[in-house]
């Protein structure tokens, strides 16, 4: 449940930045200029931001006062951010020792917010009662005033200070300065991040291990590996990982402990399994237990996607009766029960296991859910997906009606941005993370989006449902996209507007049914719709001429998202459809071309552009996924398909007449 909002900065991960070589005070006239400046953006958006009074200008030489309490993984990060924005020098020096500090050198004070020198420099600044809480002020002024103070309520917290106040940083001329802020924090829902549970190519090493980069800087706090394709995972789930593969797994492990995300090993043995054989139920454990062994304190036995009208063995049926709903649901029970009672809670350090039961999308009482509701250990999260399997809205009153279906806070698998289901076939979802309604806080235990088989492109959704899960009642989906799509972009402006011309065009997000939850480029949608009222109010000369500015904008949006500012995996995740895009976007300014020249009289003209505009759009249809990474293969990418291709063949009619 969320605690009480804080309305003063806090001190969760702390660090007094105490800056030398300043210029003179400033007049008061300039540092009431100072303090009116809007703070910039910071995602999540915290639950308390607000202005504490001047910025702090950050210094070549900074100390960083740590002791033993102080988050490793927390400390790493704020020195690597430091020396990203122009320190030349660190020195990392204890409590005890900071007074005998160069007194020009910027101090940052990190570690626990109730170490008494952090909690000196957060004064009078509020620490949250909360697990992952911190607060943050920075105070402005002369050097042996201007401090930046961070506290955490735990190791979390210290880094998650780290991560708001990295967005702090602002250029100051040609160095940088920390926006003068105070600010009290703490997560909405415990549980925050993505389920690798896609069918199609899982992802490969490298794109895992930047994914549990990317979750530490948007604060999410869990991954689950359950990728349908890992045969170590479903079908061959009784056979350890070789030891390539087991390597590969431990590294993964250490990359998400840096960045205080939970590793949760999920084993899906619901196929093949005979739940009465206590050699099958060995063989499960044996599998968890070569996961702790590695570091790995989070699990999962999901049972989606099986049948549980037959057995796999006869025994089961024996132990258990008949098959059908409620008899599944007592051996699902008694193997669930196992596993936490003998394992689970016997391994020092393991959280709760988690599940996916068989029925995991809909608000229908069965004899299953019954069952489950009854005899579950109440240490148990469940996991449910909603509605449907994609719903297009979860609502407070969805998820308080699965709670009490299930007997405790549900835990939602949201299958968005997910794409290996039919409906999907030749697209990449860009929207934003939407229609998840503010207050599921206080009915969840938390989200986790099962992303894409595009790992870099998946991050716009994911960026979203951090911040989501973060804040849900301060979260706008409208903030969060262009936020999400600048990170991707490292901050560059040119470069984002061109990732938001390409994802308005990747815009759609369909369900399992006929109609989209989200619709396909409504941007575009609603330029055209202007083009159309001008073009029939005789504007016509203006209506082709707005419209072709925008369209210039999407034949050029590949070169300038190729130009090297955003994030190279993203770049090779869309290449098909920055493609196909580049000559849809041609074909458009050659149409609206041909109907200039056709509005002057110039037939010859327009028929040999809308010529070379079906040549192009030929082009563009011609295009193919590669490499195919999901289950669709290699299909002909969409981009703003119903929007895009409509007008052209409405515009190339009116250029014909």
Not at 492 to 512: I, K, Q, S
Not at 552 to 576: N, Y
Request: aromatic content about 8%.
């Amino acid at each position: 449940m969320r605690r009480r909002r804080i309305t003063g900065g806090i001190s969760a991960l702390a660090g007094v930045l105490v800056l030398g070589a300043l210029p003179a005070a400033p007049t008061a006239s300039a540092a009431a200029s100072v303090t009116e400046r809007p703070l910039p953006p910071i995602s999540p958006t915290p639950q308390s931001l607000s202005r504490a009074g001047g910025d702090a200008v950050l210094t070549g030489r900074v100390v960083i006062v740590a002791d033993a309490a102080t988050d490793a993984a927390a400390r790493d990060r704020l020195g690597r951010e430091l020396r990203n924005h122009g320190v030349d020098r660190i020195d990392v020096v204890t409590p005890e020792s900071a007074s005998r500090a160069p007194a020009g050198a910027l101090r940052i004070r990190l570690g626990p917010a109730d170490r008494p020198d952090i909690a000196r420099a957060l004064g009078t600044t509020a620490v949250p009662d909360h697990p992952e809480g911190y607060a943050l002020k920075v105070t402005g002024g002369p050097a042996v005033h201007a401090q930046v103070a961070l506290g955490g309520t735990d190791a979390a917290g210290q880094f998650y200070a780290v991560q708001t106040l990295r967005q702090l940083l602002e250029r100051d001329g040609t160095g940088w300065r920390v926006a003068g802020a105070q600010v009290g924090d703490y997560p909405s829902m415990p549980l925050r991040g993505t389920i690798e549970g896609f069918y199609g190519q899982p992802w490969t090493q490298a794109e895992r291990l930047d994914q549990m980069d990317f979750y530490g800087d948007v604060k999410a706090n869990t991954y689950v590996y359950a990728p349908k394709d890992d045969p170590y995972h479903r079908d061959k789930w009784r056979e350890p990982y070789p030891a390539d593969k087991l390597a590969e797994l431990g590294q993964l492990v250490d990359r998400a402990r840096a960045n205080h995300v939970r590793f949760t090993f999920a084993v899906s043995p619901g196929g093949s399994i005979c739940y009465s054989d206590p050699a099958d139920r060995k063989a499960l454990k044996d599998k968890l237990q070569a996961l702790y062994d590695l570091g790995t304190r989070a699990f999962s036995i999901p049972l989606d996607d099986i049948s549980y009208t037959k057995w796999n063995c006869a025994a089961d049926q024996q132990t258990y009766g008949q098959p059908g709903r409620q008899a599944a649901a007592k051996a699902q029970v008694d193997l669930l029960n196992d596993v936490q009672r003998t394992f689970i809670a016997t391994h020092d350090g393991a959280r709760p296991l988690q599940t996916v039961p068989t029925e995991y999308g809909d608000l229908t009482d069965t004899a299953y859910k019954q069952t489950l509701r009854a005899t579950l250990d109440p240490a148990v999260v469940v996991m449910w997906t909603g509605t449907d399997v994609v719903p297009p809205a979860i609502t407070d009153e969805q998820a308080d009606a699965a709670s009490r279906l299930f007997g405790r806070k549900v835990f939602v698998w949201d299958n968005y941005p997910v794409n290996d289901y039919g409906n999907t076939s030749g697209r990449l979802l860009l929207a934003p993370y939407d229609r998840r309604e503010a207050g599921l806080s206080g009915h969840l235990s938390g989200i986790v989006a099962n992303p894409m088989n595009q790992p870099y492109a998946s991050k716009v959704a994911v960026f979203g449902a951090a911040g989501f899960t973060w804040n849900d009642t301060a979260y706008d989906a409208r903030e969060n996209w262009p936020r999400a799509l600048s990170y991707l972009a490292g901050g560059d402006r040119r470069a984002t507007e061109a990732l938001l011309v390409l994802g308005d065009l990747e815009h759609m997000a369909p369900t399992f049914g006929a109609t989209p939850w989200q619709p396909q480029a409504p941007e575009l949608a609603r330029r055209i719709a202007a083009f159309w009222a001008d073009w029939n109010a005789g504007r016509r000369a203006q209506a082709v001429g707005e419209l072709r500015a925008y369209a210039e904008r999407i034949e050029q949006a590949p070169s300038l998202i190729r130009g090297g500012a955003v994030q190279q995996g993203f770049v090779t995740d869309a290449a098909s459809w920055l493609d196909a895009t580049q000559l849809w976007g041609k074909a458009m300014v050659v149409t609206l071309d041909a109907l200039s020249a056709r509005n002057a009289g110039d037939t010859d003209t327009a028929q040999a552009l809308l010529a070379e505009s079906g040549d192009l759009q030929a082009r563009a249809r011609a295009v193919r996924v590669q490499p195919a990474r999901n289950t669709w293969a290699s299909v002909q990418p969409k981009v703003g398909d119903g929007v895009l291709d409509t007008f052209l063949s409405a515009a190339a009619g009116l250029a014909r007449q």
